[in-house]
């Protein structure tokens, strides 16, 4: 299992280029491009539609080629990303905007194929049977550089100003590069190139199920930091750290859950908990249930990823499986990217409370969709 520990702290640095931009951003756009809540949405899901659109390419680069070559591919266009956004400090108005979105652009097909290859090389090392486990460690590793990202942020622009944030940005996906060096290849799968539209009636309800929880996350990510800033609440950058400390916290102490009880279960579980957090932030009248609100979100969104992964991926055959993979998180893609813009048109029109009542919504949806899953036999 070490190599798969390798290969979660080569997502963890990896997905700095994620973070630290996501942390950042929102506030960059505002308060310096001068850009209202609606391109900070444009400009966030960016990221995620190229991302989407872009998995059946690394599904099946991760099959025909080796998961390894995938992620190390995703790297080297981090690093470009990271760059692009440097470039745009040194603009202003439009111009720094569309070199923005360039970078944004190659940052979606950096978290596609290193997502996606990162998966499909665990479970090609630990074996399907340890996928819910490869998820967990996946997942946490995403997560908590996001965790992370938030306060090293605030730390960076204090000191050395938002180029100084960016820089982190790049340099963090560097090192994992260089430990991607340390695991050994899983053998390349596949022989042929499948079409994405074979794949997704294999995974779509469950990618269903996901995207909708995505959507939780996706409405701290990009305006829990606005949401304090309106209020005049203080420890914001606090809120999305707390996220990713309980969304860790589960999946270390509760990461096995899935492939011991299915999937199922602890998908119903895990929506209902995110249900409350998001309700909490909904209605927070204080900064403090605000943060609460965010704990339960992340306690309970952790384990929603791999819930519903363990009941895809058991509908899947060997040689399909980076495809299959790259369908299923594509799902989580399709959420960000839908739910970036309409959150900054719901902020717009009804305040910045209304994306979490949004949120409220999403998480039934996906409760309905975790009831739906057929229960297998082997955890009745």
Known sequence: MYQVILIALIVLFGFFSVGIPLATLPSFI??????????????????????????????????????KVAVRRGLL????????????????????LIVLISGRFLLGLSESLLITGALAWGIGLAGPKNAGKVMSWSGMAMYGSIAASSPLS???????????AITLAILLPFLAGLISMLVASSPATGVERIPFYKVLPLVWKQGMGLAFAAVSFAG??????????????????????????????????????????????????????????????WQAGSSLLALCGAAFTGFGYSLV????????????????????????????????????????????????????????????????????????????
């Open 30 to 67: 505002r308060d310096v491009l001068g850009f209202n809540d609606i391109w900070v949405g444009l400009v966030l899901g960016l990221q995620s539609v190229i991302t989407l659109v872009s998995r059946h390419h690394s599904g099946t680069l991760a099959d025909l080629k080796g998961p």
């Open 77 to 96: 266009l981090a690093l470009f990303s990271g760059t692009l956004t440097l470039v745009a400090v040194s603009m202003s108005g439009y111009v720094s």
């Open 154 to 164: 605030f730390l960076s622009l204090s000191y050395f100003g938002f180029p100084g």
């Open 220 to 281: 701290i990510a990009g305006f829990s930091a606005l949401l304090f800033k309106q209020n005049h609440w203080e420890n914001a950058p606090w809120l999305m750290t707390i996220f990713g400390i309980t969304y860790v916290i589960a999946r270390v102490f509760f990461g096995q859950t899935p492939d011991t009880f299915g999937g199922k279960k602890v998908a119903m579980v895990s929506t209902g908990i995110t249900i409350i957090g998001q309700v909490m932030i």
């Open 305 to 380: 990823f791999p819930a519903f992964g363990v009941e895809a991926v058991k509908n899947l055959e060997g040689k399909y499986r980076g495809v299959a993979l790259g369908a299923y998180v594509a799902f989580f893609d399709l959420a960000l990217g839908i739910t970036g813009p309409i959150s900054g048109l719901v902020a717009n029109t009804f305040g910045y409370p209304a994306v979490f009542a949004l949120g409220v919504g999403a998480c039934m949806i996906s409760f309905l969709f975790a009831i739906s899953l057929k229960q297998n036999k082997d955890y009745l």
